[in-house]
């Protein structure tokens, strides 16, 4: 087990680099930081020279790999983090210098078990992306085919775990703190974190992504999964057919091609909520990177490390949602977060209305560049402390990836209004999952189900197990001994934690940056 004084060097020197960077500046003016935190925040920046806008993207890319991927996450969550951080934060770029390609053919080499002469005919030493986990090289396997491999960098595994300890380590501290910290619950932000990371290390599940993806949109016209080279795919190498075509950023490249940009726009915001609400299964990293047009229009999308899932009953109650808010019905939309139980049942399901009118009724009908969907999710963050609302990591992957479909939408067609695009797909997918028809055959299934079961064994089950609402059990998290329980002293943050190191102010940075 890694000792506290580690820890405690590893914030020392990440604190730092967000002080140079003026991102513990938000820690000391928010007047919900906890006064220890701001005290070590002050240290931190002791003999800095800080900017006069805050970088929080610089920071964490000067900081590391796994800081850029945990700074991907915090973008999703303006409520921990602070609006202008997490704005800020979506800019984050995951592009590091490449590793030297003798490095590379060594790991294929190793992963395989053989020359990489044997899989491929050729293999560019140029990478075509250079990401934290891993690289990317266009090659010619020995069948002739061109493809892309992807190969993760050597190392990065051991490094990304000793990183995401001290984490847990932080989290841990800052959530016993009570209060703000533990409504914003930072050690089930950094277990969702950990487990998407580890998702992204083996690289046989991001190919298994790849291939779930495309079965789900088979019957989406104009949006493509490139195929996987299952032959060629292990936990440290992927490979995949090769793409050519345009990135969906380069407006002008678009343009030039004879692309239509508006009819590119509506088809990307309905791939991601075919994706995400038909499928319950969709693409969780779409930023301008890793989606290109081809020559006849259709959008092709890479890099599946990141996905998201969502269950069918939390289908329905985000259906609903956004349903209710397009149509103005708040009442609807207060109800399903009490049916969910995203809202303690003591606070007031009209209140709750009023508060959502609040957000929404502004928005309604408007295109983005008005105002956006990423404005109404910031809105929604406002209420959430007045109304007890725990944070839902289930969730927090869609509303990342609904800010970054926004922003590329926008991008092809600056007159989109993600309202009437997302509205009667979501009417129609309501009316055939919630409608009577669905209903009565659920009904005749579940019952159906039911009889073929021994009554009493249904009965001990229900027993044992009673309803939940819409949250998913939360992971267990890891036990992890706080400083003050060794000594055996009282929750105070002594003293000697603020003589010990400024690294502590990162605590801060990462979780408590703008607290609200």
């Known amino acids: 087990m890694t000792r506290p004084a580690t820890h405690i060097l590893r914030l020392l020197k990440w604190g730092r680099s967000l002080a140079r960077h003026g991102a513990l500046r938000g820690i000391e003016q928010d007047p919900n930081t906890p006064g220890p935190v701001v005290r070590l925040a002050r240290i931190a920046r002791l003999g800095t020279t800080q900017p ?27 409520d921990l983090v602070g609006e202008e951080a997490a704005h800020n934060l979506l800019s984050l770029q995951d592009d590091l210098p490449p590793v030297p390609f003798a490095a590379i053919e060594a790991e294929i080499a190793r992963s395989f078990g053989s020359p990489a002469s044997a899989l491929f005919e050729s293999i560019d030493p140029v990478p075509v992306g250079s990401a934290s986990i891993a690289q990317v090289h266009r090659a ?34 800052l959530e016993a703190m009570g209060g703000e910290a533990s409504r914003l619950r930072p050690r089930l932000t950094i277990a969702n974190f950990k487990r998407w990371t580890n998702r992204e290390l083996d690289l046989r599940r991001e190919a298994a ?37 345009i990135k969906i950023s380069d407006r002008e490249a678009l343009i030039a091609a004879g692309h239509d940009l508006p009819a590119l726009a509506r088809r990307l915001v309905l791939a991601f909520l075919t994706q995400a609400i038909s499928a319950g299964f969709f693409h969780a990293d779409m930023h301008q990177g890793n989606l290109f047009v081809r020559g006849d229009g259709t959008i092709v999308a890479i890099d599946f490390g990141i996905m998201g899932r969502i269950d069918r009953r939390a289908r329905q109650w985000l259906a609903e949602i956004l349903y209710g808010l397009t149509t103005g019905n708040y009442r609807r939309v207060a109800e399903i977060h009490f049916e969910a139980q995203y809202v303690p049942s003591y606070h007031s399901v009209d ?11 502004p928005m309604r009908g408007k295109p983005v560049s008005e105002l956006s969907v990423g404005q109404m999710l910031d809105g929604l963050f406002a209420i959430t402390r007045d109304f007890d609302m725990a944070t839902q990591p289930h969730l927090l992957l869609l509303q990342k990836t609904m800010v970054m479909v926004e922003g590329l939408a926008t991008s092809l067609d600056p007159t989109i209004n993600m309202w009437d695009v997302s509205a009667p797909f979501v009417r129609a997918w309501i009316r055939d999952e919630l409608g009577p028809e669905a209903a009565l055959a659920d009904r005749v299934k579940t019952d159906v189900e039911t009889l073929l079961r021994v009554p009493e064994l249904v009965r001990r089950i229900e027993d044992r197990f009673p309803a939940r609402g819409g949250a998913p059990e939360p992971p267990p998290l890891p036990n992890i001994p706080l400083m003050w329980e060794r000594r055996g002293e009282r929750p105070r943050w002594p003293g000697y934690l603020l003589a010990a190191g400024a690294g502590g102010a990162a605590v801060g940075a990462a979780f408590l940056a703008g607290l609200v």
């Not at 396997?141 to 190969?151: D, F, P």
Request: proline letters at 5%; glycine letters at 8%.
């Open 52 to 78: 006069r806008v805050p970088d929080y993207a610089a920071a964490f890319q000067e900081i590391g790999p796994a800081a850029i991927k945990l700074g991907q996450s915090l973008a999703t969550r303006p």
């Open 209 to 245: 992504s790849a291939s779930e993806l495309a079965d789900a949109m088979k019957g989406f016209e104009g949006y493509c999964i490139p195929s996987v080279d299952w032959d060629r795919t292990n936990g440290r190498v992927m490979t995949i057919e090769w793409i050519d075509g």
């Open 140 to 173: 010619v396997t020995t069948e002739g085919r061109t493809v892309a491999i992807k190969v993760q960098r050597p190392g990065i595994r051991e490094k990304l775990a000793r990183d995401i300890a001290t984490y847990e380590w932080a989290a841990a501290h």
């Open 351 to 361: 209140e709750f209305a009023t508060a959502l009118r609040a957000v929404g009724e």
